[in-house]
């Protein structure tokens, strides 16, 4: 079965998507084709629930801040990883483009009409706001014009994006760092992660693993989110509050990070995993399996602090420090049977979190 009509097979597709996502010596997998930027590989249901748990932990609405965000993160990555822009108004001549969606897992798109209002269907959306996001800065790149947009869900399947003209003049977007300790990753041919096991191609949706569909979510993304969503936030509405403490960072974005952590560590427990430890390497593997292969870090030395399992970890680079505490505090619960706290911090060379029980242990 081809897509596009012709000249892109499933087999090609699978070839492309082994060649384009590559592994890192700190557990993080990169973008071949966008400069090397690390990417968070995400099964889809899990990035629906972690989107509603910042929610509902908020109190906020986050769709219009994610679409910003997705599309003003495209438009950066596509300036500085020199790529070829669509050009033109008729999508089914961006090739490059719906390949670029197919692999990264998040959709497909068509043009539905381009007359007074140009619309198009968004098939497959890994998430509604943010393929508008990236579709609209994709359009304005491809017509050279800003654009406003909107969208409505038109099934589970689908949604229906409307685009017009905006003659505001918006700069192009600023570079973003991250605001922790973030050496820069080597590319690397561990054996030991095989990220394709069981790879399945959707024919002209999407990419699937063991049955699961899953995504490639940009981290420069994640760091344009926040920005948009940091303003807003006063206050944590529900979740552990006092579970996870940062070190030199600033209050607002310490809530928004708690918010995170929690969420993905709710989420990772109540997934049932069996975490097994009898030594500090096991945690180690424990890394592997559930950070790295999801391109989000992995654990470079552990530690033992206390008689009661309590670890500190240290590692170089991460995707992210709060999604990386959250599920290391759902590993170490599910280790451990008991709730912990996280404390992280990071140094010239390196990060660390600190995980030990959050209630204190009677020796009687």
Request: proline content about 4%; overall charge neutral; glycine content about 6%.
């Amino acid at each position: 079965m081809r897509f596009f009509g012709k000249g892109i097979s499933n087999e090609s597709l699978v070839t492309g998507i082994k060649k384009r996502w590559l592994t890192s010596n700190c557990g993080l997998i990169l973008d071949s084709k966008r400069n090397y930027h690390p990417v968070w590989r995400v099964d889809s249901i899990l990035f629906d629930d972690f989107l509603s748990g910042i929610e509902r932990r908020s109190g906020l609405s986050l769709g219009r801040r994610l679409a910003h965000a997705s599309s003003e993160s495209e438009e950066w990555i596509s300036i500085v990883s020199n790529n070829s822009f669509p050009k033109g108004r008729n999508p089914e001549r961006w090739k490059n483009t719906k390949l670029d969606w197919l692999e990264r897992g998040i959709g497909n798109f068509e043009l539905l009409d381009d007359v007074n209002e140009t619309r198009l269907l968004i098939k497959y959306p890994i998430n509604g706001p943010l393929c508008s996001g990236v579709f609209t800065a994709n359009w304005e790149k491809a017509t050279g014009k800003r654009h406003k947009f909107r969208w409505n869900h038109n099934n589970v399947e689908s949604l229906i994006l409307m685009i017009s003209e905006d003659h505001m003049k918006i700069p192009p977007p600023s570079p973003i760092s991250p605001p922790w300790f973030y050496d820069k990753p080597v590319i690397s041919l561990n054996e030991d992660i095989d990220l394709w096991d069981s790879l399945e191609v959707e024919s002209d949706k999407y990419w699937s693993i063991m049955g699961r569909r899953f995504a490639m979510i940009n981290q420069d993304l994640i760091l344009r989110f926040e920005s948009y969503f940091l303003p807003y936030l006063e206050e944590i509405h529900e979740g552990r509050k006092e579970s996870y403490s940062w070190e030199d960072v600033d209050k607002k974005r310490s809530l928004l990070w708690t918010i995170f952590s929690d969420t993905i560590r709710e989420i990772f427990y109540s997934q049932k995993h069996h975490i097994l430890i009898s030594g500090n390497t096991d945690w180690v593997n424990v890394s592997k399996r559930h950070l790295e292969r999801q391109g989000l870090g992995k654990i470079d030395s552990v530690s033992s602090i206390d008689e009661f399992g309590g670890i500190e970890v240290s590692f170089s680079s991460c995707y992210h420090p709060a999604i990386f505490s959250g599920i290391m505090s759902g590993c170490w619960e599910r280790a451990n049977g008991r709730s912990a706290k996280c404390d992280f911090y990071y140094g010239k060379n390196s990060n660390t979190i600190r995980l030990v029980s959050m209630n204190e242990i009677s020796l009687d």
